[in-house]
């Protein structure tokens, strides 16, 4: 699977920054997949952007599987399109999508990934946007896994991960593990720190999702 990985992390479109792309590395790739891939194996799962590739990865591991992938970046889209073809991953779906427009139509998820833009710019705003279209196809009691920096020395990421729980204790969703400071970036350096993972249980009947979504998600 190693040699797997390598390959998709070799012929992933470069990151655009405008967007707030940052591909995890390899390493963190690797490691990853052995922290969450039993959590979503048997399971149908959601991506909301995969800059990173990873729910390719996934699909090749876990033939029970199946991802549902919506991507704003057309290269992504494109690009994963042809390596599902080219590996032969039946088990993967990707369509083009803005996180500012309604969702589509789908069957619901039991679960999803999120690996969401983040930054000191917006307090959080970006990451929130991403957690209500993901609980919008995301079955009662399904599981979310949220990928975010919370590193409580940071100022701006503890204030950013306040305002995250209570979006999700306002949702009806639940904490419950985080692996903390595992992931790391290519070049990252407009936040220079670590991502962990962010386990949560949705409980069902969210009353307070978001019901527009501003232009500033990638400020």
Known sequence: MKDYIHKICTLRPQQNESLRQYLMLEKSMITQMDLIG?????????????????????????????????????????????????????NHNIRKYDIRNKVPKLELCDAFYINPPYSLENQGYGIICWISRSLELLKNGG????????????????????????????????????????????????????????????????QNLLTKIEPTIYA
């Open 38 to 90: 039993s959590y979503l194996n048997n399971k149908r799962v959601l991506f909301i952007g995969d800059d990173d590739h990873i729910s390719l990865c996934l699909s090749k591991k876990y033939k029970k599987m199946w991802s549902e992938v919506l991507e704003y970046d057309e290269r992504i889209c494109k690009n994963q399109k042809r390596l599902a073809k080219e590996f032969g991953i039946g």
């Open 143 to 206: 599981l979310g896994i949220i990928v975010i920096p919370t590193d409580s020395a940071v100022d701006w990421v503890t204030l950013n991960l306040k305002r995250i729980e209570k979006f999700l204790l306002d949702n009806n969703c639940s904490i419950f593990k985080i692996d903390y400071n595992i992931h790391e970036y290519i070049n990252n350096h407009s936040s220079a720190v670590k991502s962990s993972n962010v386990f949560i249980k949705y409980l069902g009947g969210a």
